[in-house]
């Protein structure tokens, strides 16, 4: 039976990719248009000034992450659980306490951006006069005060669609301003403010759709059911405290990497490997729909108990993105060259090494995507701090000694042997356990 008759026969996988192909279809433009926008502003800026740019963005969100209790994530797990039970009152208290946790969290992040501006301005770039620009652009970080438990709730209410249309729509307004600023010899803090108003907009646009979601799923009245109502307070803390660890951890040693370039090399350095890191990134774009619709069916499956299933889900999902990721990545590592030069312009095809390093990585880690939501469905979350932990360490101890000598290869690389190491043990891990319960249901 071919992949396509097996999908076709297969209702779980094809509400998944139902859901996927939706939230794909406006990530595709969405992809085209922040395409248009980086070809543009690395023209516009150049090498340093673009260099500036991306870090100014990147501290911000990396400063959001590090407090970040990854909401979604917990919406899913408990949040889906009840919902799916008919339990609405937990399910509405869950909801509320994530909201109200995520928003404190938004606003401490502000403050402490707005705090250390100065401190980034100096270790992470050779320029001066700058530090407003960081507390500017962490106005963002208040504008999404919800978009991690509101994606999270339009995840379980099965419109994670909507996602992508608020994503496209701020790309939209974005590439405008972008596109005015390239056409009239716009400055840096123009295209600062173009990326801030987009960042205003999605925050904004998922927050309303997910309230409207809960008033239809849960009743106008849900924001006022009391805390008193979980049982499982403790439980939540703790899971919620583990994702906040791990998430800090992804953060300092992958997700932060412009920061730890920043740290080591020139801004010039940054900027091109910024553009490598970019165009690898696209790799999560038909990945990233997976990602959010197959997470709840993995939560469902696990706590149906129905074992061969989820094993056999995960074996069909695994094999459609394998097939993805690998045609992707083949076209970067062929193509990557004329990537560069048509995103971004002659200047930036030294980053061409980077990018066939980094692009090892990203297909291996976007092929088993799933690894994470796995082992928390599975009640694991402590799993992958301590995998992520100990391959980030070993990460970090290298690129004191391989960065400043060998640049920005040497930073790709690295990154790539995080994924596969902390990835891969994960997987093993997620499998033992299924195959354990699969043993116990036997006997």
Request: charged share 10%; with cysteine.
């Amino acid at each position: 039976m071919s992949l396509l008759s097996k999908i076709k026969n297969d209702p779980m996988l094809s509400r998944v990719l139902r859901s996927s192909g939706a939230l794909f279809s406006t990530n595709t433009l969405s992809l085209g248009l922040t395409i248009l926008q980086g070809a543009m502003v690395t023209r516009l800026l150049g090498l340093e000034a673009y260099g500036l740019l991306r870090v100014v963005m990147v501290y911000a969100s990396t400063v959001n992450s590090l407090l970040s209790f990854r909401m979604s994530e917990l919406v899913v797990r408990y949040g889906g659980e009840y919902l799916g039970r008919g339990e609405k009152e937990k399910a509405s208290a869950v909801m509320k306490a994530a909201g109200l946790a995520e928003a404190f969290v938004s606003l401490l992040a502000f403050l402490i951006v707005a705090a250390s501006a100065g401190w980034a301005q100096k270790y992470f770039t050779e320029s001066q006069g700058f530090a407003w620009m960081f507390i500017v652009y962490a106005v963002g970080l208040l504008a999404n005060f919800n978009v991690e438990t509101s994606t999270g709730i339009l995840q379980v209410t099965h419109r994670i669609q909507l996602q992508g249309v608020f994503n496209l729509v701020q790309n939209v307004i974005a590439t405008l301003v972008i596109g005015a600023a390239f056409l009239w010899n716009g400055t840096l803090p123009v295209v600062l403010a173009a990326y801030l108003l987009g960042k205003i907009i999605l925050g904004l646009g998922l927050f309303m759709a997910a309230q409207i979601q809960l008033r239809k799923i849960l009743g106008a009245g849900w924001s006022k059911v009391s805390f008193s109502v979980l049982a499982s307070t403790r439980e939540m803390l703790r899971f919620a405290v583990s994702s906040n660890i791990s998430a800090t951890i992804i953060k300092i040693f992958r997700e932060s990497e412009l920061l730890w370039v920043a740290l080591f090399l020139p801004t010039e350095l940054v900027a091109l490997y910024s553009v490598a890191y970019t165009i690898a990134g696209f790799l999560a774009i038909p990945a990233d729909p997976l990602i959010s619709t197959t997470f709840p069916e993995i939560n469902r499956l696990i706590t149906q108990r129905a074992w061969p299933q989820l094993r056999d889900f995960l074996r069909r999902v695994t094999t459609l993105s394998f097939a993805i990721n690998l045609a992707l990545g083949l076209g970067l590592a062929l193509f990557g060259r004329w990537i560069i030069l048509i995103y971004s312009g002659e200047k930036y095809i030294a980053a061409y090494p980077a990018l066939v390093a980094l692009t090892i990585g990203l297909v291996f880690n976007y092929t088993l995507f799933w690894n994470r939501p796995l082992l928390l469905s599975l009640g694991l979350p402590d799993f992958p701090i301590w995998t992520t932990l100990a391959a980030g360490c070993i990460k970090l101890s290298l690129a004191f000694w391989l960065i400043p000598g060998y640049g920005i290869l040497a930073a790709g690389a690295l990154l790539s042997y995080y994924y596969l190491a902390s990835v891969g043990i994960m997987v093993l891990r997620g499998l033992r356990e299924i195959r354990q319960h699969e043993n116990r249901n036997h006997h």
